[in-house]
């Protein structure tokens, strides 16, 4: 059964970290690029990070260079998303989706598989 679950949300105050895990199962991510999204109350979703099948080649939102890193496990089977300086606005629930390629930005349409979601909030 293919599976995106990502974990490793939570509360944290502005200026901290937290990193996300997006576990997959059911398909190998040497042949897929993963996307981590999120959506903040009363917001639309919107891409955060992309990393390709390689790990090769990577993209960011503007809101996010610097700040987030993007990286992945094959033996694994995980990508991750390392978040430092975290700020009130990047609260929002966090998404990762299974994708060919990363593209610059990152249309939903292009994703086939989604996780849950995990929570991460900022307090100031």
């Known amino acids: 059964q293919l599976q995106l679950v990502e974990s490793g949300g939570g509360l944290v105050q502005l200026g901290g970290s937290l990193r996300l895990s997006c576990a997959a199962s059911g398909f190998t991510l040497d042949y897929y690029a993963i996307g981590w999204f999120r959506q903040a109350p009363g917001k639309e979703r919107e891409g955060v990070s992309c990393?390709?099948?390689?790990?090769?080649?990577?993209n960011y939102a503007d809101s996010v260079k610097g700040r987030f890193t993007i990286s992945k496990d094959n033996a694994k089977n995980t990508v991750y998303l390392q978040m430092n300086s975290l700020k009130p606005e990047d609260t929002a629930v966090y998404y990762c989706?299974?994708?060919?390629?990363?593209?610059?930005?990152?249309?939903?349409?292009?994703?086939?598989?989604w996780g849950q979601g995990t929570q991460v909030t900022v307090s100031s």
């Open positions: 989706a299974r994708t060919g390629w990363c593209i610059a930005r990152m249309p939903e349409s292009g994703y086939d598989y």
């Open positions: 990393i390709s099948g390689s790990g090769g080649s990577t």
